[in-house]
């Protein structure tokens, strides 16, 4: 079984934790491990490790290949521009369609899963269908409340298999509580798995526009020079826009397992270990009656939090987020997502407090709140 993981993207999102030159996937995020390492000792648990293959974006793949030892670094497959996952994709079908006529299996590298032996025997499952059906196939997992964070999948259910109808992207929290009464519908889970001539099958009828340069970049990158500036002017797509939501060769393969996207400040919450006042907490804090909080302080500056529930306070070397910990996912991802921030308060600190550090930016994201700002110190009541 040949295993692809999707190492791209700069987790803006999770700044200022992740950050361009520094992304999520290098940085242990949530535990010991950088989430690279997590999702390849992960796989490494399904397939030989010399199966395993790993796109990433060209900045950062050297990077990666130090932190895995038993990693082929001709395995790596470098992506010269962020394109989105559907160009990511049909790069890495490019460099591993001539090693064998098989289904590759597609995992992302920030999703981290509850229990092993689930996920192992998952896409154990999920690769034998989509080899014995010869379709594309995804995971989807039973909603168990109603979440405007995740994208939904309508099925239709018949001998046993699912047949995906339609994808129902991030629904409002009204149209989830009727969405999860249906027993059709599951959550879109984090993998893809498909042969490389049902992918290009599909390509070719439902995207008949873009198959000629796909089936040339596909031919062009063993030539570097040619293949980089194709690349270069590729439109950035999703999976789903291109692919999925047209295709009639889709199956879902359900999963019992928890699989958490690590993409937003909550989902780190979610995953740590707790106090017995619900609160995570990583650095130099001064707190009292604060509880369900996310805190976490990479910096020599002392936090004075008081009588807060619900709150992330986010301090690294780049900057500072304080955050309501339950504010809405597209709010957050608005502001995040954005250059510096705007439309949200920046305040200009003292450069003392922070090495190498020109300008001190904090962004208050969904607060009403008092902040105090002195000398090594800041107080949020």
Known sequence: MFICIIAGGSGTRLWPLSTPKKPKQI????????????????????????????VSEKTHYKTIIKQLSGFKKENMIVEPYRKGIFNCIALAYGKIKTLA?????????????????????????????????????????KPNSPQSKYGYVE???????????????????????????????FWNEGFFISSFENFISEVKTNNKSLFPDIMK????????????????????DTIECVLLNKSTNLLLSPISFVWT???????????EHKDKNKNVIHGRFTIKNV????????????????????????????????????????????????????????????????KNTSSYKIKIIGLDKKICIAKNKIEIN
């Open 27 to 54: 940085l242990p995020i949530v535990g010991n491990k950088t989430l690279i390492k997590y999702t390849y000792d992960l796989v490494a648990k399904v397939t030989d490790s010399s199966n395993i293959f790993i």
């Open 101 to 141: 006529n098989q289904p590759i299996v597609f995992v992302h590298v920030d999703h981290i899963v509850d229990n092993e032996k689930k996920f192992i025997s998952s896409i154990k499952k999920a690769y034998s269908l989509s080899k014995t059906q010869d379709s594309i196939v995804i995971g989807g997992k």
């Open 155 to 185: 099925c239709k259910i018949s001998h046993g298999l699912c047949k995906v109808l339609k994808f129902i992207e991030k629904p409002p929290y009204e149209k989830a509580k009727i969405l999860i009464k249906k027993q059709n519908i």
């Open 217 to 236: 970049l596909m031919q062009l990158v063993r030539n570097k020079k040619s293949f980089v500036k194709m690349y270069k002017n590729l439109k950035k």
């Open 261 to 271: 996207d690590v993409g937003t400040f909550d989902s780190i919450y979610s995953l």
């Open 291 to 354: 509880k369900k909080s996310l805190l976490i302080n990479q910096t020599k500056i002392n936090f004075i939090i008081n009588s807060l529930d619900d709150i992330a306070v986010i301090a690294t070397v780049n900057g500072i987020v304080i955050a309501d910990l339950k504010i809405k996912k597209n709010l957050l991802d608005k502001y995040v997502s954005e250059p510096m921030l705007k439309k949200v308060q920046t305040f200009l600190y003292n450069k003392s407090l922070l």
